[in-house]
């Protein structure tokens, strides 16, 4: 099993046996335990890599990548960002490395997508430091969200409510976002889960060409395995909020694994095109014997 | 309401694509067409809406002056004003029965109107981003009925000491208030956070109680007595001497301009707070600024003018609909109509039925009201929209 | 109780000869009393004084918390007073009970009546009706002489009062009812009748409603001389509220400094005592006028 990623430069993550928990009000009676959504974890990613992070529902997916983006802080353990503690850093100086899109938004305010879109400068603009935050958005960051609204088609909607578009249109304004944040490290939560096939396609299109242009890693999450089997470097399987597996594709994308993980049976063969894992839930009267693999 | 250079904020339709064009270009808005290119915010359309309702905030107050007990001419009102400034007489003795009513009585009780409107008007704005919530007021955090209850204990006691230039009833209302902002702030903080529906809870709980305890007051006082107290709470601008104007005025400026410093990681707010978060917006900081702000901004104005509602929770909505969300020119803007209401709504309330006065709350609401649902029918709906 | 109507009896003209035990009430009711009533609950001060006055307090059974005149009063069973307990008027079994019509609560009557106890309510609207009240009081008690005899003595202070002051000037007076907001006396409120009694002109005599809150430009432009503040159970009130008005040098109570007190039982309560309050603003207004009275 690969711990680590390509040696030599900094790892753009580093993380070290950390903990998680969502704390809840019943929690302060410290009488019992609470649920633990990470226990231990430790991993790193590397820079320029393309990360994949998959798991069963209530594996600590999308909690891992919240903390990543130092959305939650960890009970315990450590996470260094290009070799810096998340921990010591200021919110908008990680905001200006990492961006970080989520599964999804509810917005209630009436802003129109290129709004959206801008506000991925805001971490850029709190550095230019105008009046402690005030100011305009100034030719080049808009230039930016054009580019970045064009890249992922939805430039045709600047002028649409985010409110009033498609849960795919959405989705794609808010990778956008992301993109205008002119982030190092792209963290995605289940991506492609609401997004046509041609959208699918055009989204890992643009998450490859960033990260072979210009070196963007890019951590995703999804239920996708053949998704992540097909665009990622390497695979964290996550059960129960701990490492399950850390590899290659060919060392996680394993029925035998995938079995044990998800609980039940898988057909592994390969991609007739590019010859890289391919995952298929089998035909029905293979799943009878769903019942055999108990755990 | 082709007002403020023709940005105005419509449903999308859904149909076609709008032709491309520059993100800063500016188009005006075909009269009927159901959609109308919206620019991003920029500091020309920020500068021309502000000087626009600046303007529009100097006319209704020069009208306001001209009415009362008597009419007193925009001639004679400038010539007193002029007199006043130049030769520094703003003591009573010197001047005539119409300059002392302009003086003394109605201008400080413009100013007042303005910026009690304008004040209430803000912190509706703040609190509606800070809670995520369009239903959202100056008075959910139950800062303000804590004030109540402190002018209605000042009034049930009879203290009578004046304090700092404020009056004895203004002065307990304000502790009423802080008390209350104490509470809630203890009872809301968990983990060094401040989660919104917990604060939200605290706030309507909070009410509760002090509305109760207030109306006990009311059942246990000497009934000759509580009608005073009843009519202080539903709200009243009275005119202040001008140091008390000249504190006030710092007060809610400084307030003011701190809301207005958090504008722009408000809008970022309104994504919620964990995507706030991953742009670099350091959540918990903005929401107890902006709560603390709102909570002794809400607490000075009632500890003031009593109960005035309608304008925290109206304002903010109807000036979104017409100018958009973005708070940056959302919360300065909504200030300004805030003041021009209730400015409005206090000349209506000291002079239709006059000698005697309406309570001004009376005259928000029934006016505000109609407006604000006319508003909601030619819009087909709510906030999103 | 109105007196041009006690013939007019709806369906018993007859009764007109029987009027002596039957009485009406202010709000049209009939009430018929066999004997005079021998357990009475007041549900007012003003009430209570009536009946202290004329010579019925050994009937008094129950009185409210504000029963404060005369001081053995307050030693009455106490059963309310705009919410009156409806358990401890009933464990009093009254015979009869006299309320107010103002701060009554409106299903109480109604409760009253369930309970068959006979209520009898009064609404004095001027100084007139206080004093056909403690007659009437008087003839159904059993204490006419008392209090017909009250009544004739009031009357010959108010006509005195207005005698004296016939021929002067009526100089404008402020009552302020209220500070924050300024709520004064307009015609309709007792107060208003008195300062007119008393040979004042009350500078809201042109509201609409009887307790109007007032604009203060309308005070400066009326310039009020006098400037009058109810003192009641809280003593302090009128210290600071004076240092508020000094700061409107224009009006002449300012000017020539002419702030009084003047106890709010006396001119709040429609009883025998309101022409003690009529009297100190008469004194007020007209000092010169009633040298001879002793002051407050």
Request: glycine share 8%; hydrophobic share 45%; charged share 20%.
């Given at each position: 099993m690969t711990t680590s990623s390509k040696s030599g430069t900094t790892p753009a993550y580093k993380v070290t046996q950390l903990t998680f928990s969502y704390r809840s009000h019943r929690d302060r009676s410290r009488s019992s335990e609470p649920e633990w959504s990470l226990k231990g974890l430790t991993c790193d990613v590397g820079a320029g890599e393309i990360f994949g992070i998959v798991g069963p529902n209530g594996s600590g997916k999308t909690s891992l990548l919240k903390l990543l983006a130092k959305v939650l802080r960890p009970q315990t353990g450590k996470v260094e960002l290009f070799g810096r503690e998340l921990e010591g850093m200021?919110?908008?100086?990680?905001?200006?490395?990492?961006a970080l899109v989520p599964q999804d938004g509810q917005q209630i305010f009436p802003f129109t997508i290129t709004e959206t879109v801008l506000m991925g400068r805001f971490p850029h603009q709190q550095r230019r430091g105008s009046l402690g935050g005030f100011?305009?958005?100034?030719?080049?960051?808009?230039?930016?969200?054009?580019?970045?609204?064009?890249?992922?088609?939805?430039?045709?909607?600047?002028?649409?409510?985010?409110?009033?578009?498609?849960?795919?249109?959405?989705?794609?304004?808010?990778?956008?976002?992301?993109?205008?944040?002119?982030?190092?490290?792209?963290?995605?939560?289940?991506?492609?889960?609401?997004?046509?096939?041609?959208?699918?396609?055009?989204?890992?299109?643009?998450?490859?060409?960033?990260?072979?242009?210009?070196?963007?890693?890019?951590?995703?999450?999804?239920?996708?395995?053949?998704?992540?089997?097909?665009?990622?470097?390497?695979?964290?399987?996550?059960?129960?909020?701990?490492?399950?597996?850390?590899?290659?594709?060919?060392?996680?994308?394993?029925?035998?694994?995938?079995?044990?993980?998800?609980?039940?049976?898988?057909?592994?063969?390969?991609?007739?095109?590019?010859?890289?894992?391919?995952?298929?839930?089998?035909?029905?009267?293979?799943?009878s014997m769903v019942h055999r693999i108990e755990r | 309401m082709g007002i403020l250079g023709g940005q105005r904020r419509f449903e999308g339709s859904?149909?076609?694509?709008?032709?491309?064009?520059?993100?800063?270009?500016?188009?005006?808005?075909?009269?009927?067409?159901?959609?109308?290119?919206?620019?991003?915010?920029?500091?020309?359309?920020?500068?021309?809406?502000m000087l626009t309702l600046a303007g529009a905030s100097l006319l209704v107050m020069i009208a306001s002056l001209r009415f009362g007990t008597e009419e007193i001419g925009f001639v004679d009102s400038a010539r007193i004003l002029f007199g006043a400034l130049r030769y520094g007489e703003t003591g009573i003795d010197s001047l005539g029965p119409s300059s002392v009513i302009l003086l003394q009585v109605r201008l400080p009780r413009v100013l007042l109107g303005f910026m009690v409107g304008s004040c209430l008007a803000a912190v509706g704005v703040g609190l509606q981003a800070l809670l995520r919530n369009p239903l959202a007021d100056p008075y959910?955090?139950?800062?303000?009925?804590?004030?109540?209850?402190?002018?209605?204990?000042?009034?049930?006691?009879?203290?009578?000491?004046?304090?700092?230039?404020?009056?004895?009833?203004?002065?307990?209302?304000?502790?009423?208030?802080?008390?209350?902002?104490?509470?809630?702030?203890?009872?809301?903080?968990?983990?060094?956070?401040?989660?919104?529906h917990t604060l939200l809870l605290a706030g309507v709980i909070l009410n509760a109680i002090f509305s109760a305890l207030i109306m006990f007051i009311t059942s246990t006082m000497n009934p000759n007595r509580s009608f005073g107290m009843m009519s202080w709470l539903?709200?009243?601008?009275?005119?202040?001497?001008?140091?008390?104007?000249?504190?006030?005025?710092?007060?809610?400026f400084v307030g003011g301009l701190i809301?207005?410093?958090?504008?722009?990681?408000?809008?970022?707010?309104?994504?919620?707070?964990?995507?706030?978060?991953?742009?670099?917006?350091?959540?918990?900081?903005?929401?107890?600024?902006?709560?603390?702000?709102?909570?002794?901004?809400?607490?000075?104005?009632?500890?003031?003018?009593?109960?005035?509602g309608f304008v925290g929770m109206v304002i903010p909505h109807a000036v979104r609909m017409m100018i958009g969300p973005d708070h940056r020119l959302l919360l300065p803007a909504s200030a300004l109509v805030g003041g021009i209401f209730l400015l409005a709504a206090d000349t209506a309330a000291r002079t239709l039925?006059?000698?005697?006065?309406?309570?001004?709350?009376?005259?928000?609401?029934?006016?505000g009201g109609p407006f604000f649902i006319y508003l909601l029918m030619s819009r087909k709906g709510g906030l999103a929209r | 109780m109105k007196r041009r109507q006690q013939g007019i009896l709806t369906g018993m003209p007859f009764m007109a000869n029987l009027a002596p035990r039957t009485f009406v009430d202010d709000l049209d009711r009939k009430i018929y009393l066999a004997k005079a009533p021998i357990r009475i609950v007041s549900l007012a001060p003003s009430i209570t004084e009536v009946l202290y006055a004329i010579g019925s307090s050994e009937e008094l059974v129950g009185v409210t918390q504000y029963c404060d005149y005369p001081p053995e009063a307050r030693l009455k069973p106490k059963v309310g007073y705009t919410h009156p307990n409806?358990?401890?008027?009933?464990?009093?079994?009254?015979?009869?009970?006299?309320?107010?019509?103002?701060?009554?609560?409106?299903?109480?009557?109604?409760?009253?009546?369930?309970?068959?106890?006979?209520?009898?309510?009064?609404?004095?609207?001027?100084?007139?009706?206080?004093?056909?009240?403690?007659?009437?009081?008087g003839r159904m008690l059993g204490r006419s002489a008392s209090a017909d005899g009250l009544a004739a003595q009031m009357r010959q202070r108010i006509t005195e009062i207005k005698t004296r002051t016939a021929t002067l000037p009526h100089p404008r007076l402020l009552y302020v009812l209220n500070s924050e907001p300024l709520i004064t006396v307009g015609p309709g409120s007792f107060i208003h009748q008195l300062i007119v009694l008393a040979g004042g002109t009350n500078i809201a005599r042109r509201a609409r409603s009887a307790y109007p809150r007032l604009n203060m430009e309308e005070v400066l432009k009326e310039d009020p001389e006098l400037i009058v503040f109810p003192v009641g159970l809280v003593e302090g009130i009128p210290e600071s509220e004076q240092q508020v008005w000094q700061r409107w040098t224009t009006l002449s109570a300012v000017k020539r400094g002419r702030f009084f007190r003047i106890s709010s039982d006396l001119v709040n309560r429609p009883g025998p005592r309101i022409v003690e309050g009529l009297e100190i603003f008469a004194r007020i207004i007209h000092p010169e006028a009633f040298e001879d009275k002793i002051k407050p």
């Open positions: 200021r919110q908008d100086a990680v905001a200006r490395t990492v100011g305009w958005e100034g030719p080049e960051d808009l230039r930016l969200a054009r580019q970045a609204m064009e890249e992922t088609d939805v430039a045709h909607l600047a002028h649409r409510l985010i409110s009033d578009v498609s849960g795919g249109e959405r989705q794609r304004a808010v990778i956008a976002r992301a993109l205008t944040q002119q982030p190092k490290v792209l963290l995605l939560d289940e991506p492609t889960a609401f997004l046509d096939l041609n959208h699918q396609l055009e989204i890992c299109a643009i998450l490859r060409r960033l990260n072979e242009q210009q070196g963007l890693t890019v951590v995703l999450s999804s239920h996708d395995l053949n998704l992540v089997s097909q665009h990622c470097d390497r695979i964290l399987l996550l059960k129960d909020g701990t490492v399950f597996r850390l590899g290659t594709v060919e060392e996680v994308i394993q029925p035998d694994v995938l079995e044990t993980v998800y609980r039940c049976e898988v057909l592994v063969d390969r991609h007739p095109v590019s010859g890289l894992p391919r995952v298929t839930l089998p035909s029905r009267p293979a799943i | 859904g149909e076609g694509a709008l032709p491309h064009g520059d993100v800063g270009t500016r188009v005006a808005a075909a009269e009927g067409t159901p959609r109308a290119e919206q620019s991003v915010l920029t500091s020309r359309r920020w500068v021309t809406t959910v955090l139950g800062i303000s009925s804590g004030a109540a209850l402190g002018a209605a204990v000042a009034m049930l006691v009879g203290f009578g000491k004046t304090v700092l230039a404020l009056s004895a009833i203004s002065f307990c209302a304000f502790l009423g208030g802080l008390s209350s902002l104490i509470v809630v702030y203890r009872i809301a903080l968990s983990y060094g956070h401040l989660p919104i539903m709200g009243t601008l009275a005119a202040p001497d001008y140091p008390a104007l000249i504190v006030l005025t710092v007060y809610l809301l207005f410093m958090q504008t722009r990681a408000l809008n970022i707010l309104t994504l919620g707070e964990e995507s706030a978060r991953s742009l670099g917006v350091e959540v918990e900081r903005v929401k107890k600024t902006v709560f603390f702000t709102s909570a002794l901004l809400s607490g000075a104005v009632v500890s003031v003018s009593g109960l005035i039925l006059a000698p005697a006065e309406i309570p001004v709350g009376v005259i928000t609401a029934l006016a | 409806l358990e401890s008027i009933m464990a009093l079994q009254p015979d009869l009970v006299l309320a107010p019509r103002e701060f009554l609560r409106a299903d109480f009557l109604g409760k009253l009546e369930q309970l068959k106890i006979p209520a009898f309510i009064l609404d004095a609207k001027t100084i007139e009706d206080v004093l056909s009240h403690i007659q009437t009081l």
